[in-house]
T-cell receptor
Framework: QKEVEQNSGPLSVPEGAIASLNCTYS??????FFWYRQYSGKSPELIMS????GDKEDGRFTAQLNKASQYVSLLIRDSQPSDSATYLC????????????FGRGTSLIVHP | GAGVSQSPSNKVTEKGKDVELRCDPI?????LYWYRQSLGQGLEFLIY????????KSGLPSDRFSAERTGGSVSTLTIQRTQQEDSAVYLC?????????????FGPGTRLLVL
């Protein structure tokens, strides 16, 4: 059973702070990792994907992957109230069938 | 440049009735997924279509659920004899083909309420 674990939160941070969201996964052979943002009542949208160990930066977002420890994290710098949403971690294992496993998501609240 | 569309956006039905949910993927996308999301829960995988291959139905919760994809494009998810526990948001996603095209694009979802 492939599992992807996230702290459900809510994680509350002040505006301008760094928000750190974490995700652990059980399948050691996992190859692809994704972070989706889901606003309340809306559908998920991809914000970051990462495939190799280390950091990947895109604007205010940085994804960090550590395959040895089986965790992936998302850092949001200079958090804004508009970043308030649920962040879903998704993990895809190796092989030809592309069905990622989603975590339950972490709720982030950025307060002014 | 239309995205994934789903219809209806909302559906209220009575217990025991059948419902059909429709998904129009992004043109040219070969992969199509159905997920279910209950209030405050993560995404529950239901079924996956890839090109002309047999669909992966491993996530369907019971034989009341079925889905088809006609002509490699539009997909319909059918729930027979609906139960109250079927109430959820049903999300469809599509993805371009090839190993490097791994981004899933989600539709707006169909909110199903079974009374």
């Amino acid at each position: 059973q492939k599992e992807v674990e996230q702290n459900s939160g809510p994680l509350s941070v002040p505006e301008g702070a760094i928000a750190s969201l974490n995700c652990t996964y059980s399948d050691r052979g996992s190859q692809s990792f994704f972070w989706y943002r889901q606003y309340s009542g809306k559908s998920p949208e991809l914000i970051m994907s990462i495939y190799s160990n280390g950091d990947k930066e895109d604007g205010r977002f940085t994804a960090q992957l550590n395959k040895a420890s089986q965790y992936v994290s998302l850092l949001i710098r200079d958090s804004q109230p508009s970043d308030s949403a649920t962040y879903l971690c998704a993990v895809k294992g190796p092989g030809g069938s592309y069905i990622p496993t989603f975590g339950r998501g972490t709720s982030l609240i950025v307060h002014p | 440049g239309a995205g994934v569309s789903q219809s209806p956006s909302n559906k209220v039905t009575e217990k025991g009735k059948d419902v059909e949910l429709r998904c129009d993927p992004i043109s040219g996308h070969t992969a199509l997924y159905w997920y279910r999301q209950s209030l405050g829960q993560g995404l529950e995988f239901l079924i996956y279509f890839q090109g002309n291959s047999a669909p992966d139905k491993s996530g369907l919760p019971s034989d009341r659920f079925s889905a088809e994809r006609t002509g490699g494009s539009v997909s319909t998810l059918t729930i027979q004899r609906t139960q109250q526990e079927d109430s959820a948001v049903y999300l469809c996603a599509s993805r371009g083909g090839g190993a490097v095209q791994e981004t899933q694009y989600f539709g707006p979802g169909t909110r199903l309420l079974v009374l």
